[in-house]
């Protein structure tokens, strides 16, 4: 057995930023004692006098605790039987305990002291939202972690085994009842040498790697971030300058029923090589049931916070990982081989606790019954008005039907545009020597799934046109925008219009509005959130090819005081296979979110020349 003991503590930070300092300066407005004594410059300034200081005060104890017991044995004639036994205990603690301040007003030269008003809002200057801008913060956080785990492996003639795992985890950090703080895992798996059988190794003697496997297990997770208690902060102003009674926020909200995200996972493998290794397959399928999935959801206002962790669904998660060693062509002077590694992946949400809104429709974090879990939902666009170049959407302009926009479950009227995850990915990489050449190439592949574009025409306060700021670009796809009636049947870019018709008056779900009071929801908004806006994301990347010539032994002779020398050209991100709709954007950031930009700069391409020598 072994054991092992650690323990860590302890630190300070402090952070001065100089009455002299540049940034100081750009607070207060001026440079040191240009604001005249009195004046109504120094008056307004928001740090009149000296510097500012930031001291964090930081006692970190972590301990950690570990023990682990191990036993072997090996039974019957010639070891036949061999069992192993692990088990083992582990405890973590992490205490943090400390205050970090800052201050205005620091003169480090005067005996360190802070000259600065922070008990009232100056009158001359009500909207000083610095006037409070300070903290006294204190850290008083500790999080506690004990394991125990063990390992029973048992096999028969090198032919047959079972191994059983177990491990279970507690802390202190979720939910507050005994039996949501442990958090139980266990496997069983079993494996089958075939090619050891006898029977088998005389019939097939062209096979060199023969067996099954097959495991069933449980296991959890759990967030450590959150607890079962309620914290609370002070935030700026820290009083009400009405009442003079001080402000608390909530930080984190109490979780003490959060229960244990839990999945059932059933694995079934295959290793195979034949050929004299030239050919190599492993398989795995696996099938996972997740229950009590751990998520963030948008909940109502009245909990003293719009986004809370919940337990929100179940989940079945199928798939496949396949592995493909390949060496088609060996030879003294020519080798090829070829790998492949590919995976495939289907999911459904089962039994989920919440209903979706607009917002977490169209931004692919909504539980569906019967839907991935990375699915997500659009508008469906009808094309463009006729007077104006205004997009138009089935059910509100086209197919009219106000009551399901007004009282509709969501998922009537939008449509499902598809899933934000690949379910196929894969790795492909090829060498290809002759003699002393070798090209050697990588590639990966993601197929089935989408992606949304780039928001094209951003909605302003009154659903305008919001043109993006000076130092950002704007795309060149607008060229083609509605400009005049009749440009609709030749476009389907919007035009530019100064204000919209409030199309989120007749639609009852705000989840989307761009404001607190009613439902500022416009069509611009709409157009980005459209099924128009999503394209297929499939792609083939080329990550790099390589070409490299090594110097052969006889050809070093010639050159004294070198014993290895290469040459090598070698270019990455050469080229990419894509949906032309993509327009330049990354298929591989994957997004559903149509209210930011996803930088569409493509990857530079990078030619690099190389000599490599020994001495």
């Known amino acids: 057995g072994t054991n092992s003991f650690i323990k860590v503590s302890g630190y300070k ?68 039987h061999n069992l192993n036994f692990m088990g083992g205990l582990e405890l973590r603690s992490n205490s943090y305990k400390g205050t970090s301040t800052k201050n205005y007003g620091y003169y480090p030269d005067r005996g360190n002291v802070r000259d600065y008003d922070y008990s009232i809002v100056r009158a001359n200057n009500p909207n000083d939202i610095f006037a409070n801008k300070y903290y006294n913060r204190r850290t008083d956080n500790v999080a506690n972690f004990l394991s125990y785990s063990t390992s029973l492996n048992y096999s028969y003639a090198k ?55 097959s495991s069933f297990g449980f296991q959890g997770n759990i967030v450590e971030t959150v607890g079962p208690n309620l914290i609370a902060q002070y935030v700026t102003p820290v009083y009400n300058p009405l009442t003079g009674e001080p402000y608390l926020a909530i930080k984190t909200m109490p979780y003490p029923d959060l229960r244990t995200e839990k999945t059932k996972t059933t694995n079934i493998g295959l290793d195979l090589s034949f050929l004299k290794n030239r050919i190599a397959l492993t398989v795995d399928y696996y099938s996972k049931y997740s229950k009590d999935l751990i998520s963030q959801r948008t909940v109502p206002i009245e909990y003293g916070t719009t986004q809370m962790i919940v337990n929100g669904s179940d989940m079945t998660n199928k798939g496949y990982d396949i592995s493909l060693r390949v060496i088609p062509v060996q030879t003294k002077t020519v080798t090829w081989t070829l790998t492949i590694n590919s995976s495939i992946n289907t999911n459904k949400v089962v039994k989920p606790q919440y209903q979706p809104n607009l917002k977490t429709l169209t931004n692919g974090t909504a539980l569906v019954n019967g839907y991935p879990v990375d699915g997500f939902w659009s508008f469906q ?172 032994p006889k050809q070093l002779q010639m050159i004294k005081g070198i014993s290895r020398l290469n040459v090598a050209c070698s270019v990455t991100n050469p080229f990419l296979v894509a949906n032309s709709a993509l327009n330049g954007q990354d298929p591989e950031i994957t997004t559903t979110d149509a209210n930011t930009v996803t930088p569409n700069m493509p990857r530079m391409r990078t030619v690099t020349l190389s000599v490599n020598l020994g001495l």
């Open 381 to 552: 666009f009808a094309g463009l008005n006729h007077d104006y170049g205004r997009p138009m959407f089935r059910y509100l302009d086209v197919d009219s039907n106000l009551a399901l926009l007004k009282n509709g479950n969501p998922t009537q009227y939008l449509t499902y545009s598809g899933n934000a995850l690949p379910r196929y990915s894969g790795g492909i990489n090829t060498s290809i020597r002759y003699k002393n050449i070798t090209l050697s190439a990588n590639f990966n592949t993601a197929l089935g799934y989408k992606v949304r574009l780039n928001p094209l025409l951003l909605a302003g306060p009154g659903g305008q046109y919001q043109a993006p700021a000076a130092d950002k670009n704007v795309s060149q796809a607008l060229d083609n925008r509605w400009r005049k009636p009749g440009d609709e049947l030749f476009t389907n870019i919007p035009g530019v219009f100064p204000r919209d018709d409030s199309p989120g008056l007749y639609i009852g779900d705000a989840s989307l509005s761009t404001s607190t009071v009613g439902n500022s929801l416009y069509r611009y908004t709409m157009y980005n959130y459209s099924d128009l806006r999503v394209v297929d994301g499939s792609h083939l990347r080329c990550n790099i090819i390589n070409l490299v010539y090594e110097f052969t």
């Open 159 to 213: 032919k047959y085994t079972i191994n059983l795992n177990g491990r279970n985890d507690a802390s202190n950090r979720f939910g507050q009842y005994t039996n949501a703080s442990f958090n139980p895992v266990w496997a069983i798996g079993a494996r089958w040498d075939v090619l050891a059988e006898k029977w088998f190794d005389r019939r097939f003697t062209w096979i060199n790697t023969l067996s099954l496997r």
């Open 13 to 80: 930070i402090s952070i001065q930023k100089s009455l002299y300092s540049y940034t100081v300066a750009k607070i207060r407005g001026a440079n040191f004692g240009e604001l005249p004594r009195g004046s109504l410059f120094e008056q307004y300034s928001i740090l009149a006098r000296g510097g500012i200081i930031e001291q964090e005060q930081m006692n970190r104890d972590a301990t950690y605790l570990r023990n682990m017991l191990n036993f072997n044995k090996s039974l019957g004639k010639g070891g036949v």
